[in-house]
């Protein structure tokens, strides 16, 4: 229990609790969010969250319409959902992760159609205003013929009943949203295109229905602009909902991997029943080309499995008993049976789809300065468009003013900004998964672009992580497999890692009878009648003359370690052992150089063995003898060079990737390792390491254009709009065109944001 001041907000007495060493108990819940339109609407929800009782802290995503809270144990779910109405952006929990995805798409394509549906009533309603009107203006005719026949104040009347229903219908949203939003001080998009619309709308009513309050020379009707300008809105949201709808592919195809059913062997048989009934333990039989429906191990049969959607990975792995499968992965052209181990949320694939849409609602840093700027955004455009009728009126007349001002409120688009950094987010880290890298933590997209270090834990990383014999030298006469299958013979006894490896790479191995072993020095065995001894010079050979001594100083510069094989007192020869390094490691390493990064290696190794497999690979700084223990303080040392990444696979390997900036585990490690990491790579391919880092490049290379066009199109259009250039050049935007600008500046952003689907390493 704590006592606090009542000015205290909840995220600053959950830091002070962290701070004292008493974390309070916290949980995650997503909520999908209604009508959120741009970045102004994204600041309120979050203001307004973030204030709530028992909300720890919150992140609201414009791009995919979800809120992600941070909970206290107490959080009253109802009480937060009416803060959320309140602001006028109602939340709803989003489903379990297991199936949230389905109403997540109906929900957009929902809203794609229902904005489709509005754009095609506005256009039908507004086009012959605009025809006509437009068409008057380029075409005198046109002009003559709407005054001989229909009547000019007649035509008037016709075109408020026609964009009044445009305004009252597809349009009342911009009203019903930006209207509130103004009296509670805080508008946002919808309002400007309110105040925008409604100021030509009622300015061309009160021409109509009463022309004295105006003079002579000012009684123009601007109905055609009010219409087109919602009509244009409209259609540039219906584009972007389509868009965005695409942003979300990633997510969609991973979920689409889940078979719906499964075919389970009972004791009288086979059944087949829906995925929500099989239970661990259950052994489901999955015939060739079909997709594996849980995780579990292959009790029954022998195939090759497509991992590629879960590693990023084109070449199948050979299962056989015994071995684990993946859910979502495809079975090759062999029936398999698999014993359930991990079923619905509890599978590889349901925890990468977690990850995928946590990393997908981050809020980077960078979008700090976002929010900062939306913060004014909408004010000051408000000020501005002001202080533009206001100059025009007072210069010219009222009709020219209000033309600069609506045009300011319309061509201002805050929606733009709210989309640039999560429209991004979402598409890159989707592509990521696709690749077989998964961010889990969001902020790691932008650290991982500014890292000039990465260091490497040698074992499993660089390397394979076991043992293989790697040379095998013999005296004349003797075969290379009976001098294996010999020390293969005496080591089965053994339990030093590095007799596994001789045991592997023997064919044949012979049954050994009085094994010995003698520490430090090596082990022996009786075959076939006489004495094999495996270990030291010494120990094999006593004093006599080293056969192999050149063959031996080169394997031990390499950092092998060799074995001296001996029968009955005579040398067969040595064997070198190792552990190989990674296909591909040198590529990683070349490829970090040719992005300007640094490479280290921290290894147990002794520095001798280390400097031998750093110089191999290219590496640039090497730290050896490392202990568990003393990881932390060499990746401290490392970090002084700039921003670092540390990538691991092991148990001891958690604390130093927590600690670096950037943590990246290797996802065939120690679950342990992959918890403690921002980053984890599906396979156990070192050149994910590349693959996270290019991804990283592009996104923020991505986010940027996003900014960049964003807040330029506003710097430079807003002034033009405002009628800046039009004492020089005479020129000055029309409200329509402003409308247009601004519906396709939305679209830019998103679409930009799509090309990140087609990244590749």
Known sequence: MADYEPVTTPQDLAEALKAAGYPPRTHQQRFEVEGMSCAS???????????????????VNLADQSATLDLSAGADIAVIRDVARQTGYPITPEADEAEADAPAVDRQEAEAARLS????????????????????HLIPAIHMFVGEIIGHQTWRVVQFLLVGAALLGPGRGFFTKGIPSLLHRAPDMNALVALGAGAAFLYSTLVTFAPALFPEGTRNVYFEAAGVIVTLILLGRTLEARAKGRTGAAIRKLMGLRPDSATVVTATGTETRPL????????????PGERIAVDGTVTEGEAHVDESMITGEPVPVAKAVGDTVTGGTVN???????????????TVLAGIIRMVRDAQGAKLPIQGLVDRITAWFVPVVLVVAAVTILVWAVTTDISFALVAGVSVLIIACPCAMGLATPTSIMVGTGRAAELGVLFRKGDALQALSGVRVV?????????????????????????????????????????????????RAAADVPEATGFRSVTGQGVEGVVDGAEVRVGTRTFAMGEALDPFGDEVTRLSGEGKTVFYLSQGGTALGVIAVADPIREGARRVIDGLHAEGVEVAMISGDARAT???????????????????????????????????????????????????????????????????????????????????????????????????????????LIPVAAGLLYPVFGLLLSPMLAAGAMALSSVAVVTNALRLRRWAP
């Open 332 to 346: 090759g052209a062999s029936v398999l049976k698999v014993r359930a181990t991990g079923v619905g949320s509890d």
């Open 117 to 136: 549906r509005d754009t095609i009533v506005a256009g039908l309603l507004v086009l012959p205003v605009f025809l006509f009107e437009m068409g008057g």
């Open 276 to 287: 929500s009934e099989i239970g661990v333990g259950d052994v489901i039989l999955v015939k």
């Open 610 to 716: 280390a400097e031998v497999i750093a110089a191999r690979l290219g590496i640039d700084h090497v730290v050896a003898d490392a202990k568990p223990e003393t990881k932390v303080a060499a990746i401290r040392d490392l970090a002084a060079r700039g921003p670092l990444a540390f990538v691991g696979d092991g148990i001891n390997d958690a604390p130093a990737l927590a600690e670096a900036n950037v943590g990246i585990a290797i996802g065939t490690g120690t679950d342990i390792a992959v918890e403690a990491a921002d980053v984890v790579l599906m396979s156990g391919d070192p050149e994910g390491v590349l693959r996270a880092t290019g991804i990283s490049h592009a996104v923020m290379r991505n986010i940027r254009q996003n900014l960049g066009w964003a807040f330029g199109y506003n710097v430079l």
């Open 455 to 503: 260091a490497f834990d040698k074992t499993g990383t660089l390397t394979e992580g076991r043992p293989e014999v790697t040379d095998v030298v013999t005296a004349e006469g003797v075969d290379r497999d009976r001098a294996l299958a010999l020390a293969a013979a005496v080591e089965a006894s053994s339990e030093h890692p590095l007799a596994r490896a001789i045991l």
């Open 41 to 59: 609407c994204v600041r309120r929800l979050e203001t307004a969250l973030k204030g709530a009782d028992g909300v720890i802290d919150a992140r």
